[in-house]
């Protein structure tokens, strides 16, 4: 009758021995790349909020029923057209939308807003700046934070000690225009998620598709005309985007959260 072998206990590679290197070798290649790849820290693009394509149609529809106010708003300018770009930043910085973060960024920066104050806006530290801005800042993406629902009274009396209701209105349908894009850009990005191997729970397949060929199509055009308004050549443009994006999810973890101040 054949004897069982007994079974040897797993032996741990004894410091400084070939195979204890061997192993330290292949662990520091696979943290070097996970580091590369931000594997080990990039949260999926599909936990960000996205929007379905019933919900996209009534919101959208809402908006146009604005028509005359987003004219006056974007044509005449009744708002500050830095400061209406600096308030787009901001509900892209609360939404996690780096697409639409580069481009209303570069929008501000040609339009006279401060390097200085994009910053601050991007890192959600508002706290220095001057009051009237920092309430509408604040006041957006607390909208954008709660969907268009209550936001805090503190925040909604200091927005009417500084601002008049027809402002205040003009101030909210800004958020509510980039609000809806950003939404649909992260839709775009879950996609991508999903072809990457981690589908989203958060949306269908249906609306992933719809929004990314929505954005495929706009995308270029936008990039196109940043680039002439900017004074730079479309290829050095398209860098700038991918470079912004691709530095927004590499510095994600150590950047505060969107509520931090």
């Known amino acids: 009758m054949a004897t069982r072998k007994a079974s040897r206990p797993r032996r741990t590679p004894v410091r400084g021995s070939s195979r204890a290197k061997a192993v330290g070798r292949r662990t520091g290649r696979t943290k070097a790349r996970k580091a590369r790849t931000g594997a080990a820290s990039r949260p999926a693009r599909s ?7 019933g919900e996209f149609a009534v919101r959208l529809r809402a908006l146009l029923a604005e028509f005359p106010t987003l004219y006056a708003i974007w044509d005449k300018p009744e708002i500050d057209p830095a400061f209406r770009e600096e308030l787009m930043v901001a509900v892209a910085r609360q939404n996690d939308a780096p697409y639409c973060n580069w481009a ?5 920066e040609s339009m006279g807003a401060s390097e200085q104050e994009l910053a601050k806006i991007e890192a959600s530290k508002l706290g220095s700046l001057a009051g009237r801005k ?83 199509t706009v995308a270029p055009a936008l990039v196109l005309l940043l680039a002439r308004y900017s004074g730079r050549s479309f290829v050095d443009t398209t860098r700038s985007l991918v470079g912004y994006v691709q530095g927004h999810y590499a510095q994600k973890t150590t950047r505060p959260s969107p509520g931090s101040d």
């Open 47 to 53: 936990d960000k909020r996205t929007i379905a394509i």
């Open 104 to 108: 209303h960024r570069t929008w501000a």
């Open 134 to 216: 920092r309430a509408a800042l604040e006041y957006v993406r607390a909208l954008a934070s709660a969907d268009f629902k209550r936001v805090p009274r503190e925040l909604r009396a200091r927005m009417e000690s500084f601002y008049t209701p027809r402002e205040i209105r003009h101030i909210e349908l800004v958020a509510a225009v980039m609000d809806l894009v950003n939404r649909s850009a992260n839709t775009y990005e879950a996609m991508l998620s999903r072809l990457q191997g981690k589908p989203g729970e958060k949306t269908r397949i249906t609306d992933e598709m719809f929004f990314s060929s929505v954005f495929l």
